[in-house]
């Protein structure tokens, strides 16, 4: 889920920001120009300082008056980090962004919001063409990236307990097969990709940058505990390769046609690594999801 976050920062003042993993990362989107006399451009510069690492000092933009008087920005700070922001000009300039949490690997799937969107492809499984599945617990159809946060309130999505998730079946989640064998493939750092079912033969492709729309599972690779699932619910929708999304998802769903079925095992550092609050994931946790391509649509 996310939270908006604002600042001003004045001429010859700094204001120090520390992130905190309870709010999760901080992402800035614009800086404002602030109201005044003065007509010389305002400069914002941004001091980060991380524990054992260097200080980084930049300028992040430059506004000016009657000319250029906002900018957009996309950046984003770990909760590790001190934000020294000060401004060298007349007028102040207001910073807007939001915290960002990693509730689940999609961070949209049990929010408050409710996302504005565009319709998806209607290349889609037998599955997923019942009507109401485009009304997806986010909301509508697919996420659309100017306005992902930009949302107006909607009743929370149930959350349910361990007993209505559905059991997994024939895990054997310790004993998946060597490379060798057709259908998996497994890379240096543990990450396995085994193809389940294959869909269409002319299917549409997911790629980095499509809009995607699947059926997951998601469970503990050391337990078969499952900690999210779509199961009896509708399916959720994304851009593939999106910065909120685990790396293990991205990578494993990049490639996949339309009603492909594929088990993917993600170790901790293409999934929450060491993240103390996500529920039921205990941290360094290996991964295992379950997912089925239903829908895409390019960019």
Known sequence: MASFWAIEVKPGSRVVHICERATGKLRITQATLGIGNGTEKS?????????GKSPVIAFICALLPNTSETCPLNLKFEETAKIIFSVIGQRSVHL??????HDQAFPY??????????????????????????????????????????????????????????????????????????????????????????????????????????????????????????????????RLGDEEVIDGLNMGIDGM????????IIPPSMGFGEQENIE???????????????????Y
């Not at 504005?116 to 986010?138: G, K, L, R, V, W």
């Not at 046609?257 to 993917?264: E, I, Q, T, Y």
């Open 43 to 51: 400069l914002v510069q941004c001091d980060v300082r991380e524990l």
């Open 96 to 101: 807007t962004g939001y915290y960002l949490c």
């Open 109 to 238: 799937l049990h929010s408050d919001t409710d996302t504005y969107s565009i319709d998806i492809e209607n290349t889609e499984t037998e599955e997923s063409s019942d009507p109401h599945s485009e009304d997806s617990i986010f909301g509508g159809s697919f996420i659309d990236d100017s306005e992902l946060l930009v949302s107006a309130p909607s009743p929370k999505s149930p959350i349910r307990d361990d007993s209505e998730l559905p059991k997994s079946k024939d895990l054997n989640l310790d004993r998946i097969q060597e490379q060798s064998c057709a259908g998996i493939k497994t890379f240096p750092d543990g990450f396995v990709i085994q193809e389940l079912e294959k869909g269409h033969p002319i299917g549409k492709l997911a790629a980095l940058g499509s809009k995607v729309k699947i059926h997951f599972t998601g469970m503990l690779k050391e337990t078969g505990c499952i900690f999210e699932s779509t199961v009896d619910r509708h399916p959720c929708h994304f």
């Open 257 to 264: 046609s339309v009603g492909d079925k594929r088990r993917l």
């Open 280 to 298: 039921k994931v205990p941290p360094n946790s290996w991964l295992v999801y379950d997912v089925e391509l239903v829908g895409v649509r390019r």
